[in-house]
């Protein structure tokens, strides 16, 4: 077996990794929205069952964690799959007859430039979006409870 056929089977194996590690971020990131909204729903039913409002400032404070914990999981698997895409397989690319991977780089590069908005953009609007949601409610119910001189903790 000669060189080029060990970085052969090394690069398949690792693209089949990368490939592998994308769709884990994929199920985490519908993990966390699932459970975001689900969270909301429940913030909701405590609002309309039950009269005070501790309910609600827990599950906003404990929602807010969970889109900050979101948004970081984001983060951290685009610096991942940049590190396996980026320096890893275009480094294996270069012992290799073609680089299919470094020039879906360079299409995706020229398209994320003429369309400005990026996939872990739109997916951390909505980590935002649900950050901002639980704050919303978190303030307005630690006001109400000020407000009647209800403790929370």
Do not use: C
């Amino acid at each position: 077996m000669d060189d080029r056929e060990i970085i052969l089977g090394q690069y398949k194996v690792y693209s089949e990794a990368k490939e592998n590690f994308i769709n884990r971020h994929f199920a985490t990131n519908r993990f966390y929205f699932v459970f975001s909204f689900t969270l909301l729903a429940a913030t909701y039913i405590f609002y309309a069952f039950s009269p005070g409002v501790v309910p609600l400032i827990i599950t906003a404070a404990f929602g807010m964690v969970v889109s900050i914990l979101w948004w970081l999981n984001i983060d951290s698997y685009q610096i991942l799959i940049k590190v396996k895409y980026a320096k890893v397989l275009e480094y294996l690319e270069t012992k290799l007859p073609e680089s299919p991977y470094n020039k879906e780089f360079q299409e995706t590069q020229a398209l994320k430039k003429s369309k400005n908005i990026v996939f872990a953009d739109v997916q951390k609007g909505f980590a935002s979006l649900v950050f901002v949601v639980f704050l919303i409610i978190f303030v307005m119910a630690s006001t109400l409870a000020i407000k009647n001189g209800v403790t929370v903790f």
